[in-house]
């Protein structure tokens, strides 16, 4: 555990010294949504392999690059590519980049990701705003020996995505005719993929839309005071009754096509948080 704080320490001094300014905002992008760094006036660009401890992303169209700069005028780090349980990582090593941005001055999260539909009104491409998450991943990226300066030992989990931010993307979308859909999101371990009765049981206990991720930087970015905003974009919708075989190059693809309207939501949000700059 001590390694584990000397670890983020140490990338966190790594990074202190050389980002042009500390993010307001930190970006956390799935599969197949690396494209918004197009809008980025970017200031630094790092490799992960080239960060201290930083993890190596390993899955699918995970480029694996830290960018600093600014979209819209905000001050952001964006992570093109994340880490994911199922690559052998511990959820403390897959959320550490979440942590070091918290510490370098980051006061939001904003995570996206590509998500299987379980809500059978949704539609293959629909942006899907989190409003709550269930976690089946089986492990916290909490456990263990807390630090008080970084967070309580006992987080509240009962507001963990910013209603405000929800409010805000909103509006930005219904300003741009983009359609905003909204849902709970449930994280699980994968990597393989969801059975008929596993998707069955999964819509049965309340979730909208399932992925490997995300959910392990949610709960350190509400254990370090950051707000946070989730997307996920819909990558297919199966009806348990009527399954068709989930192809990760199909999700890949639909991931891709749906991330123009997913940039436009964001560059017009970030335009909008002014606010949160010190």
């Given amino acids: 555990m001590n390694n584990y704080f000397q670890k983020v320490i140490e990338a966190r001094e790594f990074l202190r010294k050389r980002i042009p300014f500390e993010p307001t905002v930190t970006l956390m992008l799935g599969t197949g949504l690396g494209g918004l760094v197009e809008k980025m006036d970017v200031g ?26 600014r979209i819209g005028g905000t001050r952001c ?7 994911h349980y199922y690559e052998g990582y511990s959820t403390k090593e897959l959320t550490l980049p979440v942590r070091v941005m918290s510490l370098l001055g980051s006061k939001i999260l904003i995570a996206c990701n590509a998500a299987g539909g379980l809500n059978l009104n949704f539609e293959s491409g629909d942006l899907m705003l989190i409003k709550d998450h269930i976690n089946l991943i089986p492990e916290s990226p909490l ?8 967070g309580p030992r006992f987080p509240d989990m009962s507001r963990a995505y910013s209603r405000r931010l929800r409010e805000l993307s909103r509006s930005v979308a219904a300003s741009l005719g983009i359609l905003l859909r ?18 069955r049981y999964l819509r ?12 392990p930087e949610v709960i350190v970015a509400v254990h370090a005071s ?15 009754d009527d399954f068709e075989p989930i192809y990760i190059e199909d999700v890949i693809e639909e991931a891709q096509r749906a991330e123009v309207r997913l940039s436009r939501v964001l560059e017009g949000l970030l335009t909008e948080l002014k606010e949160y700059e010190s």
């Fill in 77 to 83: 780090a964006l992570f093109q590519g994340r880490f």
């Fill in 143 to 150: 456990r263990g020996e807390n630090w008080e300066e970084w």
């Fill in 226 to 240: 950051m707000k946070v905003l989730g997307i996920s974009v819909i990558a297919n919708v199966n009806n348990p």
């Fill in 182 to 199: 909204e849902g709970v999101f449930v994280a699980v371990p994968g990597p393989q993929l969801e059975t008929p009765a596993e998707t």
């Fill in 204 to 215: 049965h206990i309340g979730a909208d839309a399932v992925a490997m991720s995300l959910v």
């Fill in 44 to 69: 630094l660009e790092l490799d992960y392999k080239d960060i201290p401890h930083f993890p190596v992303s390993t899955a699918p169209d995970h480029k694996g690059r830290l960018f600093i700069g």
